[in-house]
């Protein structure tokens, strides 16, 4: 019950934060709305569509109006767009989801893969090609690597469509969506892939050497057997953990990525509505990735409760990094964050 | 006792912690002792009695939920009194803590942290410079100068406690609160720095507020001991009369507990 | 096993390997250090080695491949890539430093406030930072640009600081928890040592390793996050050259295929954070092996 007020109170100063910010930040919303009619506009005309769209009012009146409308259910309309807000998020969210979602999953699934295939075959040349690899792929901005994949493979193989979710004209075509989520799903698997799977694999290397595994040895247990049903089992809990935090995380990387790609999603949707002074639009996307984060930071609280009752709240967050929003590539592979969220 | 004997008058003290909103833990409840100029007062009871509460209320650590702590003639507690004589009461006050490994900062060298508190109140070491300052301390407390330089990691337990120890006496303080100062080393380095403190009080005459859970330490060192159990005071008598005449029944079985070097009348004493 | 006994515990190791190993550079990362000082240095002295001014629009000779006269090419205006990687290196490098040592800044006063702050004051900051942090980043640099107005190299070095220094406040903030409650501090504030004293003296060295890691990727993160924005169109105009501006054409050069506006000034940008990134994990294991000897 706490937890819920903190929450509800988290995103109530999200939102006046995300108002007084976006409404200090100098431009003309009638821009977005009128285009380049606005320019023509008499004064007269200027006033009238102020007090239309409600831009006349001073910031504190039009704040708690957007909070009463809210509580009614109404976010307002895009001014860009002229539909409801809710309509318009709704026609791309799901292109969103399923960059993220995917590739969420992919990065779970193939980033235990690998972890545990170099833990496995710690320190032998396979293991250090592969964190060589690794670290170098987890330096290269997102954009550029895009960039380049462009090149190769749109522009030079052309193999692969450069953007976009899909042709025009075949809209219902699964087939053809998915032709086109290849290039950027790469990216945002590979952009991540490697945070994770080095602290897979540094995990298990720390499980690998605790007390427990050397009498599983002395006792005959096969080696696999102790990897797996042991070492592993040991560090999921945690590693759920911290793949929820990374949720948002990933979810942010893929702003850039559907930029590049000219992909219509929230990530083109929010970047447009904060260059062009969308508010309405723009608050409900703060808002959305607000309690996104809020969310997943929660679940990340339970699940290390469960696995230590002496985690309080609060302090698990500090644990991860989450600067690398504004680029989307991750801090690089990290045994202090991992090692701070086992001491925490 | 002479009102001006007394150097430190605790008063009722008592403290309490809380842990959530509803439960909350009494760790002294009304305790009350003095202690005269130059005695060694020591303070017995098992682990979670509320020594060392004591201990940090008198060196303001904490601030007592009830009760007063008159040291010199000033109310340490009253904040106003306080911030008045504040340079007075942390120039003649020090503290030696239990575990020498966390009370000195691992990142700085042994002659920074003996002249530490030099440093803090600007004073001017009547030595000529610092480090001729915490190299006498250093002699003093029986290290060898050698050791100026080096990191307190790189020192055993018995020579760390001794630089915690050279840190409190720079300041040639008036009352000296050890909180349990060798309950963490090995028994002969026990024995070196008790009798260290009884050397080191003999040429000072400082008052000594010496926190142990070991009798026979006690017994060696202090002039007056108070026992004390879940938080309150329970006996206070001169060393030689509380272990001769033991009143309160939990002294009686903390005398008791005492291992005797004999191991017939050790089984005597029964089970 | 032919013996029926054998001597266990004491077993002689061959010395020769030992040898072997003991030089100098062993563990160190020579190639990254060096190969970062060649390019800091090719930045810093870039008049020396620049073969052409690199802002001078050439219209004759536009969009060139990589030959004798233009060593990596021209771009779309003419300039000469060769001059613009080492001049533009600078701004990046600059850009990276300077936002680094104001989220540095701003980490180290906020964390070791509300580490060293009554519980409730605590809470309220860090809740303050977690709404920060959940406001996604590419916005927030929008907001600040766009209150800042037009964007300079100080007032995107100035973006990139002030909406970077979360996580580091929190890693501090945990450290400070931690160590204020340790004895030595203790002690100190019994001497009478003040907050600021405590801090410099006591917390800043003792957490100064555990930040050290995190600093330096920061320099790595904001040297692309100037990059990026830059290249999608809300960090550095065209016409002020560096590693990311140069890339923001790279639209065009994907219309007409010309690989090398993209992958010159993009090689230069990884290896340099490839440098800066073996550095920073140099730095963390060797800190991290001198606490654990502690």
Known sequence: MRRFLTFLIS??????????????????????????????????????????????????????????????????????????????????????????????????????????????????????????????????????????????????????????????????????????????????????????????????????????????????????????????????????????????????GTYIIETVFSYPGLGTLSYESARYQDYNLLMVLCIMSGILVIVCNMIAQTINERIDPRVKMNELVCTMDITSEITGVAGMPDAADTAEVTRV | MKEEEILLDVQHLSHIFPITRKISVRAVDDVSFKIRRGEIFGLVGESGSGKSTVARCVMNIYKPSGGRIIYKGVDVCDSRQFRKNKRMLQTTRQIIFQDSDSSLDQRMKVCDIISEPMRIQHMTPPRGTMRAEAEFQMHYVGLNADYLDKYPSELSGGQRQRVAIARALVMEPELLVADEPVAALDVSIQAQIVNLFRHLQKEHGFSFLFIAHDLAMVEFLCDRVGVMYRGKLVETAPVKELFANPKHPYTKRLLSAIPIPNPRIERQKGL | ???????????????????????????????????????????????????????????????????????????????????????????????????????????????????????????????????????????????????????????????????????????????????????????????????????????????????????????????????????????????????????????????????????????????????????????????????RNI
């Not at chain 1, 989801?97 to 999953?105: A, D, Y």
């Not at chain 3, 980490?107 to 409730?120: E, R």
């Not at chain 3, 640009?145 to 903030?173: D, E, H, P």
């Not at chain 3, 405590?198 to 555990?210: E, G, K, Q, Y």
């Open chain 1, 11 to 252: 995103i109530f100063l999200l939102s006046a934060v995300v108002f007084y910010m976006s409404r200090l930040a100098p431009g003309d919303p009638l821009v977005s709305y009128y285009g380049d009619r606005v320019e023509k506009m008499s004064p007269a005309e200027r006033e009238w569509a102020e007090e239309k769209l409600g831009l006349d009012d001073p910031l504190s009146i039009q704040y708690i109006r957007w909070l009463e409308n809210v509580f009614h259910g109404d976010f307002g309309i895009s001014y860009k767009y002229k539909m409801d807000v809710l309509e318009v998020i709704r026609g791309r969210i799901g292109n969103t989801l399923i960059l993220g979602g995917v590739g969420f999953l992919l990065i779970f699934v193939f980033s235990l893969l690998l972890g545990i295939f170099c833990a496995w075959h710690e320190d032998r040349m396979i293991d250090r090609v592969i964190c060589k690899a690794g670290t170098i792929i987890s330096c290269i901005p997102e954009f550029w690597l895009s960039l380049v994949l462009i090149l190769v493979f749109s522009v030079n193989l052309q193999w692969l469509p450069s953007g976009g979710a899909y042709t025009i004209g075949r809209e219902g075509d699964a087939g053809d969506r998915i032709w086109h989520l290849i290039l950027p799903m790469i990216i945002v698997v590979i952009n991540h892939l490697w945070y994770y799977a080095y602290m897979i694999r540094n995990k298990l290397l720390e499980e690998v050497r605790a007390d427990y595994v050397l009498l599983a040895r002395s006792k005959g247990l096969k080696k696999r057997n102790i990897m797996f049903r042991h070492c592993l089992q040991n560090i999921i809990p945690s590693y759920l953990s911290i793949m929820a935090i990374s949720v948002p995380h990933i979810l942010g």
């Open chain 3, 1 to 291: 096993m032919t013996e029926q006994f054998e001597v266990v515990g004491i077993r002689q190791i061959p010395s020769e390997k030992q040898e072997k190993k003991n030089r100098w550079h062993e563990g160190k990362p020579v190639l990254s250090g060096g190969l970062l000082m060649l390019i800091v240095a090719g930045c810093l002295f870039c008049n020396l080695i620049m073969t052409k001014d690199p802002s001078y629009l050439d219209f004759q000779h536009y969009n060139i491949a990589p030959d004798r006269e233009f060593l990596f090419g021209t771009d779309m205006m003419g300039r000469d890539i060769f001059s613009m990687v080492w001049y533009g290196g600078r701004i990046s490098l600059f850009i990276g430093i300077v936002s680094t040592v104001i989220s540095t800044m701003i980490a180290v006063v906020f964390g070791a406030v509300s580490g060293s702050a009554p519980a409730w004051a605590d809470t309220l900051l860090m809740r303050l930072t977690e709404i920060l942090l959940s406001i996604p980043g590419l916005l927030m640099v929008i907001f600040v640009q766009a209150i800042l107005g037009k964007a300079s190299v100080l007032s995107i070095s100035f973006v990139i600081g002030i909406t970077s220094w979360m996580s580091i406040a929190k890693i501090i903030r945990t450290e400070v928890r931690q160590i204020r409650n340790s004895e030595y501090v203790i002690a100190s504030k019994c001497m009478g040592g003040s907050f600021f004293y405590i801090l410099w003296r006591h917390l800043t060295p003792n957490f100064v390793s555990s930040i050290m890691f995190m600093v330096v990727m920061n320099v790595r993160s904001a040297i692309v996050a100037e990059s990026t924005l830059s290249f999608m169109g809300i960090g550095l105009p065209v016409e002020i050259i560096s590693w990311g501006s140069m890339m923001s054409l790279a639209e065009n050069a994907l219309l007409t295929n010309s690989w090398w506006l993209i992958l010159i000034p993009g090689t230069f940008l990884i290896v340099t954070l490839l440098c800066i990134t073996n550095l920073g994990n140099y730095l963390r294991k060797n800190v991290n092996r001198r606490e």
